[in-house]
T-cell receptor, first 114, second 116 residues
Framework: GQQLNQSPQSMFIQEGEDVSMNCTSS?????WLWYKQDPGEGPVLLIA?????ELTSNGRLTAQFGITRKDSFLNISASIPSDVGIYFC??????????????FGQGTILTVHP | GAGVSQSPSNKVTEKGKDVELRCDPI?????LYWYRQSLGQGLEFLIY????????KSGLPSDRFSAERTGGSVSTLTIQRTQQEDSAVYLC??????????????FGDGTRLSIL
């Protein structure tokens, strides 16, 4: 089946630093999504990317959908303590019986030191 | 409430017992999804509902797992004869329509299942 490799697995940074994480896939997706999960809660959608090459920003977050459709990255600029959490990439192929089925990366655990 | 609601939030049970997990999607959302998250892992797809039917059950790990949805709304995930490897957080998500384009999936906070 489809697999997503997300890296790094964890990051320890100082407040104010920029962060970058990425996902690569063995096969093509036609939608890439980035979610953040806080302890004891469900994932919350941060950014959705629908077109190869698309670069989208949401406040301090920027994400890109790779040209090959097999990768995506997420950047967080000027990190703050509330950025702490687990970040997941997810790929989706909307079609056939797998309509809407998300395939998730393993997650990146982000720790921000004040 | 306005979001996806799951109950119970925590469930501890003995190996071999049956459990039922409930998901109440956002009102009007026709698509409903169940995922499983093991400790320190990403989410693993279990099953997808469109209305009351399940076009994709490919992620259910064994025949001990089943799910149903009634009235196009509430869904129940049932695990029979639970095993210790079933311990995980079970997450439910819903979207207005199936597919990804402009139809993000909204997640509940999950049910943390522990099998003793």
């Amino acid at each position: 089946g489809q697999q997503l490799n997300q890296s790094p697995q964890s990051m320890f940074i100082q407040e104010g630093e920029d962060v970058s994480m990425n996902c690569t896939s063995s096969s093509i997706f036609n939608t890439w999504l980035w979610y953040k999960q806080d302890p004891g809660e469900g994932p919350v959608l941060l950014i959705a990317l629908y077109k190869a090459g698309e670069l989208t920003s949401n406040g301090r977050l920027t994400a890109q959908f790779g040209i090959t459709r097999k990768d995506s990255f997420l950047n967080i600029s000027a990190s703050i303590p509330s950025d702490v959490g687990i970040y997941f990439c997810a790929g989706l192929n909307a079609g056939g019986t797998s309509y809407g089925k998300l395939t998730f990366g393993q997650g990146t655990i982000l720790t921000v030191h004040p | 409430g306005a979001g996806v609601s799951q109950s119970p939030s925590n469930k501890v049970t003995e190996k071999g017992k049956d459990v039922e997990l409930r998901c109440d999607p956002i009102s009007g959302h026709t698509a409903l999804y169940w995922y499983r998250q093991s400790l320190g892992q990403g989410l693993e797809f279990l099953i997808y509902f469109q209305g009351n039917s399940a076009p994709d059950k490919s992620g259910l790990p064994s025949d001990r797992f089943s799910a149903e949805r009634t009235g196009g709304s509430v869904s129940t995930l049932t695990i029979q004869r639970t095993q210790q490897e079933d311990s995980a957080v079970y997450l439910c998500a819903s979207s207005l329509k199936p597919g990804g384009f402009g139809q993000p999936q909204h997640f509940g906070d999950g049910t943390r299942l522990s099998i003793l």
